[in-house]
């Protein structure tokens, strides 16, 4: 969805408030793709700060569908945010072209599903868990151990005392 912002760069002192619905439907990135099941429509606030700058200020909150970090069960993650951005007019953002901050300006129009994806990469979580002590899956047998244990010997021995384990292992064949 595109906003003309052509009122509010060009007029000094230009205030409004509008609801923007969001057309994503799923936001794709390094991590996967995660579509989206929930949004609520976009709160924006646009106010002039001088000459071809304005300042946007926007509330939403998304469920995405995405898995567990642990055991891959599927998660429906809530992503809240709260943004405020500077936009500029074409004339002025066009000297900071190679930077990539102002890739939702599309001339004076204001592309709000960009913007959108913006914000949700930059406040996706580093790690989702389908609840707080998820423990995972067996690393043998892939059983998921939220549901009970399931017998696999998981001892992993700590490499740094290899060289001592060794030497048992020599006194030991020495013996017999």
């Known amino acids: 969805m595109l906003i003309n912002l052509t009122d509010v760069l060009t007029s000094e002192g230009k205030e409004e408030r509008l609801q923007a619905e969001v057309e994503l439907t799923d936001i794709h990135c390094k991590m996967g793709d995660f579509p989206i099941l929930e949004k609520t429509p976009l709160n924006l606030t646009l106010k002039n700060l001088g000459v071809n700058k304005a300042s946007i200020e926007g509330r939403?909150?998304?469920v995405l569908a995405m898995n567990c970090d642990r055991c891959l069960k599927d998660v429906h993650q809530k992503i809240a945010f709260h943004f405020?951005?500077?936009a500029e007019g074409p004339d002025a953002y066009q000297e900071r072209e190679k930077d990539d901050e102002?890739?939702?300006m599309l001339g004076y129009q204001l592309d709000v599903d960009g913007?959108?994806?913006n914000e949700c990469l930059m406040n996706l979580p580093t790690k989702v868990l389908c609840k707080p002590d998820c423990k995972g899956?067996?690393?043998k047998c892939?059983?998921?151990l939220n549901t009970g244990e399931c017998g696999c010997d998981t001892f992993v021995p700590d490499p740094r005392m290899a060289g001592i384990k060794d030497i048992f292992n020599a006194a030991k064949s020495e013996a017999e």
Request: aromatic content about 6%; glycine content about 6%.
């Open 102 to 104: 102002q890739n939702f």
């Open 115 to 117: 913007l959108i994806k």
């Open 84 to 86: 405020v951005r500077e």
């Open 60 to 62: 939403m909150e998304l």
């Open 137 to 139: 899956i067996c690393i």
């Open 142 to 144: 892939g059983k998921d």
